[in-house]
């Protein structure tokens, strides 16, 4: 199914984002329900990372922390952390 509405894409197990012509991102929704029978749902995002290591951002994030030209990466253990680039001081 491809469809811009948001009520339709929150309805399907998983749902991919096309930027630029490209698959960008993915959410994976998963269902789980309590000993009281209460559903939840559980809402993955993952970005794509490209055979050349490219990875978007999703337009949202950046949009939130106002990241527009680069950002700081620091290599962790097990992650990758990415923060916003931070102006450099005199």
């Known amino acids: 199914v491809v469809t811009h509405d948001q009520a339709v894409a929150t309805a399907v197990d998983r749902t991919v984002a096309i930027r630029d012509g490209r698959t960008a991102s993915e959410v994976v929704r998963r269902t789980s329900v309590d000993d009281e029978g209460r559903t939840t749902v559980h809402a993955s995002e993952y ?3 490209d ?3 490219r990875l978007q ?3 949202d994030y950046t949009h939130a922390l106002d990241i527009r030209n680069r950002v ?3 290599l962790e253990p097990d992650h990758i952390t990415i923060r916003p680039d931070q102006p450099e001081q005199d």
Do not use: C, H, K
Request: charged letters at 25%; zero cysteines.
């Open 47 to 49: 970005a794509t990372v």
């Open 51 to 53: 055979r050349s290591g």
């Open 72 to 74: 700081m990466l620091e």
């Open 57 to 59: 951002l999703p337009r």
